[in-house]
Nanobody, 116 residues
Framework: QVHLVESGGGLVQAGGSLRLSCAASGSTYSINSIGWYRQAPDNEREMVALIHRDGTPTYGTSMKGRVAFWRDYRRDTMYLQMINLRPEDTAIYFC??????????WGRGTQVTVSS
C-alpha cells in the first residue's frame, strides 16, 4: 500500500514562486511513475508534471517552462518548483503514483491560490 501526502500549498501573489512536496510512504518500491496533477473547481484534472521510473520527465502544456520537479529517493519525496505563477494556476494540486500492480494512488491534495 502506497500513501501520498502533499504539502507546500498556500497563497502567493502573481509572479511569485512556490514549492510543493509529495511524501510517499508504504510500499514505495512498487511505484513506477509519480507526478503532479491539478484541478480547479468544475474543471477536469490535468497533468502538470510526471516522472517515470527511469527518470524520463513528461510535462503538461499549461505550466510547461514554469515548473521543475525531481524525486529524492532517500526521502521518498517528490518536489515541484513552480515559478511565475498566474491566477489561473489556482487549483488543488495532487500527487499521483502508478504502481507495478496496476494501481493508481492519489494524495488528498494541497491548495494553491494565486492572487492577481
Amino acid at each position: 500500500q502506497v500513501h501520498l501526502v502533499e504539502s507546500g500549498g498556500g497563497l502567493v501573489q502573481a509572479g511569485g514562486s512556490l514549492r510543493l512536496s509529495c511524501a510517499a510512504s508504504g510500499s514505495t518500491y512498487s511505484i513506477n511513475s509519480i507526478g503532479w496533477y491539478r484541478q480547479a473547481p468544475d474543471n477536469e484534472r490535468e497533468m502538470v508534471a510526471l516522472i517515470h521510473r527511469d527518470g524520463t520527465p513528461t510535462y503538461g502544456t499549461s505550466m510547461k517552462g514554469r515548473v521543475a520537479f525531481w524525486r529524492d529517493y532517500r526521502r521518498d519525496t517528490m518536489y515541484l518548483q513552480m515559478i511565475n505563477l498566474r491566477p489561473e494556476d489556482t487549483a488543488i494540486y495532487f500527487c499521483n503514483a502508478n504502481t507495478t500492480g496496476g494501481g493508481t494512488v492519489w494524495g488528498r491534495g494541497t491548495q494553491v491560490t494565486v492572487s492577481s
